[in-house]
């Protein structure tokens, strides 16, 4: 088929917050492309490199007003939406979104819309049913080409994830008898060059994509030898996808209301026929599996992780969040404090030392007598200076290892621990004169020994944090009074 010229002036993305949305903006404006996002929230933007790039659009895509408004003057629009996972009725709701979209879009040169490969056999998901609803509502334009894939496989993305985590956590795994089902694993650089060409072809229907095939259990066996680890994997007939989802979301970093249906997705043999794939998209050279893996871990390994899966689930006002990805644990807690940024960053500057912790003192002097009968620091290295640090410098059993004045602290632990660990604080002026006191407790577990380390502790690591934040934002507001009453002029 020919391929039709391109004449695209401004594509809208939606979805740029996702995993593949965040991924596909970038790729379009290499391409010369002007790009609207449709997003809720712009402040999830923020920080990408491309923001100042994109004209924002801010809406609902449940309202079909801002639906409409957000489709005017654009040649071609992306449908990288999904609602699994944020609401029980999430079906309805991409129906009612899909029906608003088709709607709106009727007047667009092509809608391009990326779904999941359905089983040729056997029950159907209730997640793949909803993006093959989805599908067909927006087709119903006649303008759609909609790609269908199986697990995605890059940095970030969740069925990596899963694999990932499944594989180096356990060394020994017991797995239930559909793991042996075959699946058709693609690149996320592959998804994207689909994605990206059809824009300069005329709309094709549905797609199916695919790399090399091999089952789910091959996937992890391939990643174990990707990475060098020794695994036993023993197959029973047991483990129903409801009860092998909750296991996958005890020991991976993705949460059940994920975890369960991304299992009922692979329970059965889902494979694509690529035949219309390699007619309309000759030049595509697919990467395998392996090498889809190895390109993640590369990426991994060089901190170059552009998107990942949970980032659409992330919320930037949280006051606590717990996050599992790329083999790093984060517990975040947020706390406003009614002090400058100045007053903050003095405050969680001079913690340790004589001064201590601000919180169960006796549990970090605990912690400390144990680590020096393992051969670690200890405490009793205590700190050079009440008040001021410096890059490299003890304190503690922590390290300095990056700070910048009235921004942010960073210390590595120094203490025996089965991983690395650092503590970061970050002191964030608000237009309202409060501060946003931002403290990061990060972990990357060693094996399964530091995941179980993690997780046994995780009950007074919540609590000890909890209090210390709260106690460094009180002790910073008691600081800003102080500074304050100083500054009155003195009257005998």
Not at 185 to 195: D, G, H, K, Q
Not at 340 to 362: D, M, P
Not at 376 to 397: A, M, V, Y
Request: glycine share 8%.
């Amino acid at each position: 088929m020919r391929k039709v010229i391109n004449c695209m002036q401004r594509v809208l993305v939606t979805g740029a917050t996702g995993y593949i949305g965040g991924r596909l903006v970038p790729k379009l404006l290499e391409r010369n492309y002007k790009v609207r996002v449709f997003v809720r929230d712009d402040r999830r933007l923020q920080g990408r490199k491309w923001f100042e790039k994109v004209e924002v659009f801010k809406g609902d895509l449940e309202n079909p007003e801002d639906t409409t408004n957000a489709l005017m003057d654009v040649d071609a629009a992306y449908f990288l939406v999904h609602s699994m996972g944020e609401t029980k009725n999430f079906p309805e709701k991409e129906r009612k979104i899909a029906e608003n979209f088709a709607k709106s879009a009727k007047h667009l040169k092509k809608v391009i819309y990326l779904g999941g490969l359905l089983p040729k056999s056997g029950e159907v998901s209730d997640h793949l049913r909803s993006r093959a609803t989805v599908g067909e509502i927006l087709r119903s334009a006649g303008n759609v080409t909609e790609f269908r894939a199986g697990p995605i496989i890059g940095s970030g993305s969740a069925s990596f994830e899963m694999v990932r985590y499944l594989t180096e956590r356990l060394p020994v795994m017991i797995v239930p008898r559909w793991t042996k089902n075959q699946v058709q694993p693609i690149a996320i650089r592959n998804v994207l060059e689909y994605l990206i060409e059809a824009l300069e072809r005329e709309p094709l229907g549905v797609v199916e994509i695919g790399s090399d095939v091999l089952s789910f259990r091959g996937m992890m066996e391939t990643f174990a030898e990707v990475r060098g680890l020794r695994r036993i994997i023993i197959t029973v007939p047991v483990l129903t996808p409801v009860l092998s989802g909750l296991w996958v979301g005890l020991v991976t970093p993705i949460p059940n209301s994920l975890a369960v249906p991304l299992v009922k997705g692979i329970i059965n043999p889902v494979l694509a026929d690529t035949t219309k794939a390699k007619k309309y998209f000759p030049s595509i050279e697919l990467l395998t599996y392996r090498e889809a893996v190895s390109l993640a871990l590369e990426k991994i390994n060089q901190h170059d992780v552009e998107t990942r899966w949970s980032g659409s689930f992330e919320s930037i006002d949280a006051a606590y969040s717990l996050t599992d990805s790329e083999g790093v644990i984060k517990e975040t807690r947020s706390v406003l404090a009614n002090a400058s940024a100045e007053s903050v960053y003095r405050t969680f500057t001079s913690i340790g030392g004589e001064k201590g912790w601000l919180t169960w003192n006796w549990a970090w002097e605990l912690r400390g007598f144990l680590d020096k009968l393992l051969g670690g620091p200890g405490l009793r290295r205590g700190r050079r200076h009440p008040t001021e640090l410096l890059i490299g410098e003890e304190l503690d059993f922590w390290r300095v290892e990056d700070l910048k004045e009235n921004n942010f602290l960073l210390l590595r632990a120094e203490m025996k621990v089965p991983g690395k660990a650092w503590l970061r604080f970050e002191a964030i002026p608000r237009d309202d004169g409060r501060t946003l006191l931002v403290q990061t407790a990060i972990f990357a577990p060693k094996g399964l020994s530091g995941f179980l380390y993690w997780y046994l502790l995780y009950p007074a690591h919540f609590l000890i944090f909890k209090r210390m934040a709260e106690r460094i934002a009180k002790a910073a507001e008691a600081l800003e009074q102080e500074d304050s009453f100083k500054k009155l002029p003195q009257t005998l």
